[in-house]
């Protein structure tokens, strides 16, 4: 038994409380209750704002920190999530990409090249990772998995097996970039399905901090483009 979903995405938590409840012979004895992180609420709350831009400017206008129309704002929220779910089941019966197309396994750039992550490269993105934790905690703050300096090896190794596996199954893109020689990953591309109308897929990327300082953030980034 959850909070209702629409009020959490109307009040823009994305947690919920699970109650586990014990019956013995039809009484309730015990009554415990977890906490049950749901990031879709704040996937379906973003998409929301971006796509539906009339919902947060008209019934969920905020005066003073309230909202003006609270109930008008449920339904509407309630609206957006409906859409925001058709979207997302619309997506899961495409391919992302066409059976034909094969993504590319090495891609040489004057400067760097790009190799889709793998179990081979753990050693070298563990460390461009770990040498960086800092610098990148300001483009990912909103996980709560990444980024951090406590993670071993195996923990390193085993991310790189499930990218791999879901490169494979063709559901991500996420590419290593490194230096020509392939000795020192330089950052990562990653390119994904994204739910926003129009498009089929995101791409995102970083670069380490030494990467970052010396500027190669920008050429990175105007490849990608």
């Known amino acids: 038994m959850q909070d209702d979903p629409v009020v959490a995405l109307e009040t823009g938590f994305n947690v919920t409380d699970t109650f586990h409840i014990a019956f013995a012979k039809g009484v309730i004895v015990d009554?415990?209750?977890?906490?049950d992180d749901q990031p879709i609420y704040y996937e379906a709350k973003k998409w929301v704002e971006e796509n539906l831009p009339q919902v947060m400017q008209g019934p969920c206008k905020r005066e003073e920190g309230f909202r003006v129309t609270p109930r008008d704002c449920a339904r509407a929220m309630t609206d957006g999530y409906r859409q925001?779910?058709?979207v997302m089941k619309a997506e899961e019966t495409h391919a992302f990409?066409?059976?034909e197309f094969e993504p590319p396994v090495l891609v040489e750039v004057d400067?760097?090249?790009l190799i889709p992550l793998g179990p081979a490269l753990a050693e070298i993105d563990h460390a461009a990772y770990l040498s960086s934790i800092e610098h990148l905690q300001e483009p990912f703050t909103r996980s709560e998995s990444c980024p951090h300096a406590d993670i071993d090896d195996e923990a390193a190794l085993q991310d790189t097996i499930n990218e791999e596996a879901r490169f494979n199954a063709r559901e991500s893109f996420d590419y290593a970039v490194l230096t020509p020689?392939?000795?020192r990953e330089r950052g990562c591309?990653?390119?994904r399905p994204t739910l926003k109308p129009g498009f089929d897929a995101e791409v995102?990327?970083?670069v380490t901090k030494a990467e970052f300082d010396a500027g190669f953030d920008e050429k990175l980034y105007a490849w990608t483009v």
């Open 31 to 35: 009554v415990q209750t977890s906490p």
């Open 84 to 86: 925001f779910m058709d």
């Open 97 to 99: 990409i066409p059976d």
């Open 111 to 113: 400067g760097f090249i």
């Open 181 to 183: 020689d392939g000795e």
């Open 189 to 191: 591309v990653y390119v």
């Open 204 to 206: 995102s990327l970083w």
